[in-house]
């Protein structure tokens, strides 16, 4: 059984600092980071005495630590992680065909919008394209479920042509973009 650490803290801490602050988004940057990081930590010290029992858990909680990061504006951390979890994937991918690819893609999806945001349009571009070409097969399975996520990958494919100045392209992509998005 893992155990958190005291980094986490108390109750009555985390609500008297929201209450004080009133931002969450000071509050996810002072807690989140450690608390994930510590979870990251953990997986990989369970993955490496049990190998393949704990490749979905550690791979969703680095998945997840690369994601909040981005979302807190800290790409350039995020970046070295994100493209860990899209590692992470394609390993597990590979020993089990089918089960991480909805994941995978997901992953390469955060990466492609995070190499963008740090200026890497070229690197973004191939990123973004490998997902969205996973997310092409993913909707002929379940339709529902990844039309949106298609729809927005193509809207990032879309800024990231027009970062690169390929304007034509870019609109063609969004305008299949939109077409995924108002069939929802």
Sequence with gaps: MFTVSSRVPAPETSSAAAAGTGNAAAMMRRYARPILEEAVQLYRTAEEAEPGRHRGE?????????ITLSRLG??????????????????????????????????????????????????????????????????KMDLRAYQRRLADALIVRSAVLLDLGRFEEARDVRQEADLYGRTS
């Design 58 to 66: 550690l791979t969703r909680a680095v998945t997840t630590l690369g």
């Design 74 to 139: 800290q790409e350039r951390d995020a970046r070295p992680i994100l493209e860990e979890a899209v590692q992470l994937y394609r390993t597990a991918e590979e020993a089990e065909p089918g089960r991480y690819r909805g994941e995978l893609t997901r992953a390469l999806d955060h990466l492609g919008a995070s190499l963008r945001t740090l200026g890497r349009p070229e690197q973004a571009l191939v990123v973004i394209g490998e997902a969205v070409e996973l997310y092409r097969v993913l909707i």
